[in-house]
């Protein structure tokens, strides 16, 4: 297995990416805040796929966490995700340090209009701009031909294709579908924080969200079925719900009864631990 070089600044950076470049390699990226699990090397090996190069970041980006947020917290082991990534043949790792990503002075933010309004936008303030403008930044330090994201996040994934396309940053989003755990439970660094106990219950959410869709694609007024939807959650003990919505794929506004294409999103907390997920409903 060849070895992981890594690097942490943008010169290095840019440096490797011109190598790569004059041996004529498409190049994949593939953003992280670390902490990987298998649906960050799902990304990876999406990625593989399609470029003869690949390069993986990880940044714990304080700008996208909220103040009440687990940034202190969020857990981060490089030597365990730098073995994972070698494991899969990933050609670089750029990790950076914060002052390399925000010098002193740092004051430019990208911000994305309407998509962010709405869902995720409303329960965490300043998430999307923190997204953006972290995510512009690595597009334009590296240069990618294609970058990968995963639905899992699905209004992130919006929000990149919306802000790539405004920019006119020449590269390719490309989107892997959502990669779960056996009981369906979606894959998230931020599962490490569930108690076993908790663990089991969140497979609650996955099942109630399979069954909220089916009944959904019936084409009934969608807002009983979620009121319904959102009373099973907290029965099966989920603490709060910040959202369970069904919304227009594309500008992710609610809408009263599902139809091309429309997805159900939902954020509910589990204990202290937030947890996210979609589905398409058709
Ligand atoms: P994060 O490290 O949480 O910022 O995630 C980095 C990338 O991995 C984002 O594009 C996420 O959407 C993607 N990702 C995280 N979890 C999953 C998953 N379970 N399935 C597919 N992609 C994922």
Known sequence: MPELQIVRTVADLRAVVAQYRRSGAGIGLVPTMGALHDGHLTL???AKLDNARVIATIFVNP???GPTEDLARYPRDEAA???MLKELGTDLLFAPDLEEMYPEGFA?????GALTQSLEGLSRPGFFTGVATVVTKLLLQ???DRAYFGEK???QLQVVRRMVRDLNLPVGIVAVPTIREADGLAMSSR????????RKMAGALPQIMHETVAELRNGQIASPIIAKAKGRLHQAGFDRVDYLELCDETSLQPIPVARAPSRLL???????TRLIDNWPVV
Do not use: C, E, M
């Open 153 to 155: 996040d699905f209004q």
């Open 81 to 83: 995700d730098a073995a």
């Open 63 to 65: 700008k996208q966490f």
């Open 44 to 46: 990876v090996r999406s």
């Open 191 to 198: 599962n490490r924080y569930l108690s076993p106990a908790q």
């Open 108 to 112: 430019t933010s990208v911000s994305v």
């Open 266 to 272: 939902v954020a509910a907390y589990v204990g202290g």
């Open 142 to 144: 590296a240069l990618p």
